[in-house]
């Protein structure tokens, strides 16, 4: 995976967007991001995705322009459907997933950050928005769609229709982003990140469960109110039945810490 750098450490796999100096995104790095996704989706240890960019200054600014200058419409098109298709997976992979914003994170990059369950960022790092208007088209890799839903109608219509980017603290205000964190360097924000994903992991947290808890998040919001409540029913059903549960529920009971093994 030459654009994305892949890693795991203890449950958590860490993709990384590598194209200095911005981490644009290509089609190729989106197959590249679509490969990572799977290892980690059919790694039975991982547990946690976090994605972040390569360097301390872009988490990813959006779609190579250069790629789309010289592309021909069915190219763009397929590009769109790809990355559409990439990252509805990666929403829909019953682990919890977490953009870690190292710097910039507009355009194809917020689009990126906005299909991961949690967005946290390095204060200070960049800025945050959807400024493809500036370029006549509008946010194509679901940020029509995932912005409304995020921080509903209006404020999206707005922010997408003005094209400005603006720093992290205003993205918290608004919801876009769960958390900004203020770091004194790049490497103590990814420490941070690592040790705070390692939270969702075996053996203290049900892995199962998380991922179980974010798949009726994620199908819920698309379907509705009694389909999503079937779909809890569901889920939870298959959890009474993990070793996890019974191991949750007798810890509890005993009053000592539960070790859970993801079964
Ligand atoms: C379907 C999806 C569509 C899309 O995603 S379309 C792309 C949407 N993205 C954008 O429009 C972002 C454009 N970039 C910016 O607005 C700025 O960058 C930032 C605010 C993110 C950062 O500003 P600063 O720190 O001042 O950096 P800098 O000098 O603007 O950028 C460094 C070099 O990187 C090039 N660059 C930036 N973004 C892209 C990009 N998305 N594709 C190709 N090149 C890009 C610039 O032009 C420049 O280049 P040089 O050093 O030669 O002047």
New binding site residues.
Partial sequence: MALVDYATSAGVALLTLNDP??N?YTHEMMKDLDAAILEARFDNDVHVIVITGHGE?FFC??????M?RESDPTFKYYF?LHANETLSRLEHTPKLCIAALNG?T???GL?IAMACDLRIARKGAG?VGL??V??G?L???GGTQRLARLIGKSRAIQLMCEGQ?FDFETALAVGLINDVWETASHDEFMDRILAYSHTFTLPDRAALAVGRIKRAVQTGFEVGLEQGLALERELQAELFTSEDAREGLAAYMEKRKPVFQGK
């Fill in positions: 100096p911005v644009g200054k600014a959006g779609a190579n322009i250069n789309l769109c910039h507009v355009g194809g689009e800025k400024p493809e500036a370029l088209v946010p194509g890799t980017t």
